[in-house]
Nanobody
Framework: QVPLVESGGGSVQAGGSLRLSCTAS????????MGWFRQAPEKEREGVLC????????TFTSSVKGRFTVSRDNAKNTLYLQMNGLKPEDTAMYYC????????????????WGQGTQVTVSS
């Protein structure tokens, strides 16, 4: 099992910012597409953003455009999610996931998952 460890979640007021991190170990990080997913209570897990192994970015959720940014530091085996202009509807458990080479919007196509980090946005 490849551990992915997320951090950086917390509680903020609407309009605030958070930066999530996901550190991987035990895999050749450069070879993997890394995605951010989120799951709100009683809702299905949805893709947010994904960075392909070649550096391309796919946005799965249009509501985060212009507010969320994904980046990765391959030297540190770390994926980031910068979240600005947070809204109450962004409240969810956020997960990072790894898939060989290519991004996918389907969670079940990812081989490795972190334990999640909670983001709560109050109005």
């Amino acid at each position: 099992q490849v551990p992915l460890v997320e951090s950086g979640g917390g509680s903020v007021q609407a309009g605030g910012s958070l930066r999530l991190s996901c550190t991987a170990s035990g895999l050749t990080f450069d070879d993997y597409a890394m995605g951010w997913f989120r799951q709100a209570p009683e809702k299905e897990r949805e893709g947010v953003l994904c960075m392909w192994s070649n550096g391309d970015i796919t946005t799965f959720t249009s509501s985060v455009k212009g507010r969320f940014t994904v980046s990765r530091d391959n030297a540190k085996n770390t994926l980031y999610l910068q979240m600005n202009g947070l809204k109450p509807e962004d409240t969810a458990m956020y997960y990072c996931a790894a898939r060989y080479r290519d991004c996918s919007g389907s969670p079940n196509r990812y081989a490795y998952w972190g334990q999640g980090t909670q983001v709560t946005v109050s109005s």
